[in-house]
């Protein structure tokens, strides 16, 4: 099993912009410096615990800070953003890297970034968007010869040389792209069944193990629908991850500092209103209003001692049949942050190393 870093970047409202960017910078060079594998950083427009609007702005900062460790949008909110314009920014950003960029995308689900840039969520326009920018964007990095595309959003023309010397030539460093990721919420997430139609990496998203496992079916099915082997070894898995000397101190130091003021202020009041909370139930008879930073620490997050954590992570792997790599949501510890490096540490120290045997064997799906 690997680990990696997934972030939306969370922050108090009353942060800075700026200091909540360099909280962001720090705890990259970290984890680049603690051996995690990668590190995804998220885009929202409307949401002020959520406020950064352009995650390729600090990928790019933060390669040039670090010297191994993966980074890229997670993800880029395809129907906000022209699909010509930003297949040449992704391009480009592949580059700078030096092959180290990943390309996670998203339909976007925050009613508010609908209403600001006018897109229909409640129908699932948001993921037809989705879908047309990916193709135009990914025609554009493979067709050597001019097309015009016109869809039902977008019309974009990949021209023949003009004048002599004028044409369309950015491609990305990686060949044929930088791997694509796409992260799924909801139980039978349609995101998901892309991700295994297409073969892109799948994320799943801090719910309760039971709910995440149907997001493994939703990948098998658009597997089966291209006749594609779904790898284990590719599902991330998104999971509340606060890690110190004694668990008795974990709990002080997530539930009773900045991640249980996030979740308590924010985050399940947000799926409150979606009425997401049944995901975080392991009794769907469980009241809403029992749904507390509390209650998901001890039934979802993984927090405790090395040993417990360890424990927690081979309970959450075999419940859901096996996963390869655990991501570590991201909280805003500029406060204490000595308290968020030294659970990074331990993770690295004292963790990776023990489940290292966790390792999902690939089954052969046949086609429908």
């Not at 202020?265 to 009425?275: D, K, M, R, S, T």
């Not at 949501?329 to 993770?347: C, I, M, Q, T």
């Amino acid at each position: 099993m690997q680990f990696g870093y997934f972030t939306m970047p969370s922050h108090p409202p009353e942060r800075p912009l700026k200091d909540g960017h360099e909280w962001d910078l720090q705890v990259i060079r970290w984890l680049d410096e603690l051996g995690f594998t990668e590190a995804w950083i998220g885009e929202h427009h409307t949401a002020p615990w959520e406020p950064h609007p352009s995650p390729d702005l600090l990928v790019a900062q933060a390669l040039m800070q670090t010297k191994n460790i993966r980074l890229g949008p997670g993800g880029f909110l395809l129907p906000y953003h022209h699909p010509a314009e930003l297949a040449n920014r992704v391009a480009m950003l592949d580059h700078i890297s030096g092959g180290r960029l990943n390309f996670g995308i998203a339909a976007s689900g925050l009613p508010s970034d609908w209403a600001m840039f006018n897109v229909d969520g409640m129908t699932g326009v948001n993921r037809d968007m989705t879908r047309e920018a990916l193709d135009i964007i990914l025609k554009l990095w493979s067709s050597p010869e001019p097309f015009d595309y016109k869809g039902k959003f977008w019309h974009v023309t990949k021209p023949d040389t003009m004048f002599g010397f004028l044409k369309p030539h950015i491609k990305p460093l990686q060949s044929p792209h930088p791997p694509i990721g796409v992260a799924g919420l909801s139980k039978g997430s349609d995101t998901l069944k892309l991700a295994g139609e297409k073969g892109y990496i799948p994320m799943s998203l801090n719910l309760n193990p039971a709910y995440v496992s149907s997001h493994w079916e939703s990948v098998e099915i658009g597997a089966a629908k291209s006749g594609r082997t779904p790898d284990r070894n590719q599902w991330r898995m998104v999971r509340e991850v606060f890690v110190a000397d004694t668990d008795e101190e974990a709990m002080r130091l997530s539930v009773g500092s900045s991640m249980g003021r996030m979740m308590r202020e924010y985050f399940l009041p947000l799926l409150a209103q979606f009425g997401f909370l049944e995901f975080l139930k392991v009794d769907p008879n469980v009241a809403d209003s029992d749904v507390t930073p509390e209650y998901c620490a001890q039934h979802n997050w993984i927090v405790g001692s090395p040993k417990t954590v360890i424990e927690k992570i081979e309970k959450i792997y075999h419940e859901v049949g096996g996963f390869g790599q655990l991501l570590v949501f991201g909280f805003d510890y500029v406060e204490n942050p000595k308290a968020w490096r030294h659970s990074l540490e331990l993770l690295s120290k004292e963790v990776m190393p023990k489940v290292q045997h966790l390792k999902p064997k690939a089954v052969k799906l046949a086609a429908e």
